[in-house]
């Protein structure tokens, strides 16, 4: 509690350096900013990575579409988009809902988006040993939207393959499959 007292205490005199703290709009933000922070950043303890035995399974795993959210380590400023994870399976599959809570795991801390999306790669490589892994981020930085250089509707996208998805037809085919229409 300490460190959370602290912490608002020090945003207090943030937010007080730009406008009125007293305002009553403003008086409990520092609290609920805080709160904000801590809720966000402090993930709870790394879930379980449910594996299963593989029972024939010789073809690509996609998932898309996974929701993001993120803060710029850079500018504190929120980054959002979607994720498309893939892996061929050789001894293990995953719980499909483990690919989503990975993301979420990695994105949720000052972060930047090319860590997030090696981050990813690692951890699928790691709790899997498969054929390979294709990871792809798409994302909106507020950092770059509503300060810098001011635009808004762009679009930054990361990726990272491993194994079979580093060259190939089967990198082709999951850049194809994770084509939004």
Known sequence: MEVISSATQAMERVI?????????GLRETPKR??????EFIHKDKDFKFTTFKNEGIDEMIVQTNIPFYSLCEHHIAPFF???SVAYIPQDKIVGLSKLARTVDYYARNLQNQERI????AERLTKELNPLGV???LKAQ???MAMRGIKKHDTWTTTSKMTGTF???????EFLQLIVTK
């Open 134 to 136: 294709g990871v792809v």
């Open 81 to 83: 988009g979607v994720a």
């Open 16 to 24: 007080g350096a730009f406008d009125d703290i007293n305002r009553e």
């Open 141 to 143: 930085h507020l950092c």
């Open 166 to 172: 580093i060259n190939g037809d089967c990198r082709n």
């Open 117 to 120: 999306t090696t981050q990813i």
């Open 33 to 38: 900013y805080i709160k904000f922070l801590n």
